[in-house]
């Protein structure tokens, strides 16, 4: 069965490791946080200038000055800090994010992404997201392997204005685990009970399928 | 030298049709809500407005849009505002839209006497169009070019008579860099404490970047997204 959105970012909780500074965008990477395991030292990033993002405050306690790159409410975690934007992405910008997660409307089999723009449609713009596509060592997308309307968002050619090119390093859908390899979508592991047939019907872009594909463990 | 004004009135006098203003703040954590409610009340129209974001509908930097005082408006991300959506989509408002860190650095660069700048952000896209391309380190890079103001509002949360200015939490976010690159940089504080009362030690913008300051009032300090537990 393909995974919810929490099932997405459960998976990716799986790439974290000890003493990781990441920067989760809005969406399905945000709930990453929830799925840190115990014991493991992760800071969360936020752009706007937070190092140390914490659990959304108590109800009553939301503090106006305290926010996140998604405009939200958030506390900062005991060792946090706050600095300007400039800094923040100096810290991104310079490679000192160990990992990147963030959403996407269309990624290709050469890594590029667009993620900011609806032609005619939508203006939201950019915010961090090209800085931190262009820069990050790693960057991990969340997203759904088709869009609402079932077609699939892992492309030959996106054709969406871009985010950045040749980028992306793995994506995590609700239906598979696939890496960025020279040939194209390397499938790395299925959702629990969804099949290869499956995921090759949802996907645009080259599949490139080599040996038998476990399922992920969650 | 004299700083202090006495309120946003004052402070924003010299401001006039056609200049460039930069606006601190994200969202609408840290934006100079005193200042941004004088210039909509001046009606000075056909400004230039460096600013991450645009406000709401009905507040912040929303205000002035609605009452068509913008003429071009370079920000990163805009998500929050249907006037803005609109008067985009119909080509009544000019918009560059920047990568956010570019954008910062853009006006860091502009305040420190920087003129330009290469960065990875952008390259292969849209933003990439008429720009200087250069490979550095086996990556590709955008030359990217310095932004200063005419005018640059800032908010923080203490302020001395000298403009040091300390910010709180997150509302620094722009406001630092933005200091720094206006020509003449006006600077509203929740809190003005006479000279001396400020720990050297934490202040964040030196006074030196700030040519007027006010105590600023009534400050709603909206939330756009109020999240809890």
Request: glycine share 12%.
């Amino acid at each position: 069965m393909a995974l919810d959105k929490n099932g997405i970012a459960q998976r990716i909780a799986q790439e974290l490791k000890d003493g990781y500074y990441v920067n989760l965008g809005i969406g399905i990477p945000t709930l990453v946080a929830n799925y840190i395991p115990d014991g493991m030292e992760v800071t969360l990033q936020s752009e706007n200038g937070l190092l140390g993002i914490g659990p959304f405050p108590e109800k009553g306690k939301a503090d106006p000055d305290l926010i996140n790159a998604g405009k939200q409410t958030v506390t900062a975690t005991s060792g946090a800090s706050f600095f300007d934007s400039a800094l923040s992405f100096a810290m991104i910008r310079g490679g000192h994010i160990d990992l990147t997660v963030l959403g996407a409307f269309e990624v290709s089999e050469k890594g590029d992404i667009a993620s900011w723009k609806i032609p005619g449609k939508l203006v939201k713009g950019m915010g961090g997201a090209m800085d931190l596509v262009a820069s990050a060592k790693n960057i991990i997308v969340a997203t759904t392997h088709t869009n609402r309307k079932g077609e699939s968002k892992l492309l030959r050619k996106c054709t969406l204005p871009l985010t950045g090119v040749a980028c992306v390093k793995r994506i995590v859908t609700d239906l598979a685990v696939l890496d960025i390899v020279e040939e194209g979508f390397k499938l790395i592991e299925r959702a629990p009970g969804v099949t290869v047939e499956e995921i090759k019907n949802a996907t645009e872009g080259f599949l490139f399928i080599d040996g038998d594909i476990p399922e992920m463990n969650i | 030298m004299n700083k202090i004004v006495k309120n946003a009135e004052e402070a924003i006098i010299g401001v006039s049709n056609g200049m460039t203003l930069m606006l601190g703040g994200f969202g609408l954590c840290g934006i100079p809500e005193n200042s941004l409610k004088a210039l909509a009340e001046s009606g000075i129209k056909d400004l230039v407005c460096i600013s991450n974001n645009a406000g709401i509908d009905d507040f912040g930097l929303g205000v002035l849009l609605r009452d068509r005082q913008l003429k071009k408006m370079i920000a990163s991300y805009v998500g929050e505002n249907k006037e803005f959506e609109r008067q985009f989509l119909s080509g009544e408002l000019e918009v560059e839209l920047n990568p956010q860190g570019t954008l910062a650095e853009r006006i860091r660069a502009g305040g420190a006497g920087i003129p330009a700048f290469f960065v990875p952000a952008g390259y292969g896209t849209e933003v990439a169009q008429g720009k200087e391309v250069r490979e550095f380190n086996g990556k590709m890079h955008l030359l990217e070019t310095a932004l200063t103001a005419d005018f640059a509002f800032v908010k923080a949360k203490y302020g001395d008579y000298s403009g040091n200015l300390i910010y709180n939490n997150t509302a620094n976010n722009f406001n630092n860099m933005m200091a720094s690159a206006g020509k003449i940089t006006i600077a509203e504080v929740e809190e003005l404490v006479p000279t001396g009362e400020l720990d050297p030690n934490q202040i964040h913008t030196p006074g030196i970047f700030v040519q007027r300051i006010f105590k600023g009032t009534g400050y709603e300090k909206r939330i756009e997204f109020e999240t809890v537990r």
